[in-house]
């Protein structure tokens, strides 16, 4: 089992082949951790599917207002929608896209952040600088490796539960 440094920002996601562990940056990407947990801890983000999952790239979740399978035909909207929160300022730093680094989906302007999120399959190198990193994950990875492929997938895995690993 991973060792959990700061259960405060330590996330757990609860995927259909076992637990995702992502251990927060809020050193980092403050304002994304913040919204992150404030989410997770709502509930907002249990039975979100990844909408978008592209084989050696990333798999991307997070879209609360249309990405839950039963939302029925909202589905097929999956990835045009945040929450009911103000998108979130960029926090671009050095710290690159790397296999397992979360990032924060966006729409074309830098600040349209809100609660979409994308783990990286490998190391993509050429994200740097453009899209806000504000998470690792430090255990779990075959669990990401194993989500279903598809843009969007014919049946997208989802996220069962999201937690704080303090509330946990």
């Given at each position: 089992?991973?060792?959990?440094?700061?259960?405060?920002?330590?996330i757990l996601i609860e995927?259909?082949?076992?637990?995702?562990?992502?251990?927060?940056?809020?050193?980092?990407?403050?304002?994304?951790?913040?919204?992150?947990?404030?989410?997770?801890?709502?509930?907002?983000?249990?039975?979100?599917?990844?909408?978008?999952?592209?084989?050696?790239?990333?798999?991307?979740?997070?879209?609360?207002?249309?990405?839950?399978?039963?939302?029925?035909?909202?589905?097929?909207?999956?990835?045009?929608?945040?929450?009911?929160?103000?998108?979130?300022?960029?926090?671009?730093?050095?710290?690159p896209h790397a296999r397992?680094?979360?990032?924060?989906?966006?729409?074309?302007?830098?600040?349209?952040?809100?609660?979409?999120?994308?783990?990286?399959?490998?190391?993509?190198?050429?994200?740097?600088?453009?899209?806000?990193?504000?998470?690792?994950?430090?255990?779990?990875?075959?669990?990401?490796?194993?989500?279903?492929?598809?843009?969007?997938?014919?049946?997208?895995?989802?996220?069962?539960?999201?937690?704080?690993?303090?509330?946990?």
């Amino acid at each position: 089992m991973a060792e959990i440094k700061d259960p405060e920002n330590t996330i757990l996601i609860e995927l259909k082949d076992g637990t995702v562990t992502v251990e927060l940056l809020p050193d980092v990407a403050p304002k994304h951790v913040e919204r992150m947990k404030e989410l997770a801890r709502a509930g907002k983000y249990d039975g979100v599917v990844f909408h978008r999952v592209i084989e050696g790239f990333m798999a991307q979740t997070g879209d609360v207002e249309h990405g839950k399978v039963d939302d029925g035909g909202n589905l097929r909207r999956a990835g045009t929608g945040g929450s009911d929160l103000p998108d979130l300022p960029a926090e671009f730093s050095k710290v690159p896209h790397a296999r397992g680094t979360l990032g924060a989906a966006r729409a074309q302007n830098p600040n349209s952040a809100n609660s979409q999120f994308f783990i990286n399959f490998k190391d993509n190198d050429f994200l740097n600088g453009q899209y806000t990193v504000f998470g690792q994950v430090i255990e779990g990875m075959e669990h990401v490796d194993a989500i279903t492929r598809g843009e969007p997938p014919a049946n997208p895995d989802k996220m069962i539960s999201v937690k704080v690993a303090a509330d946990a």
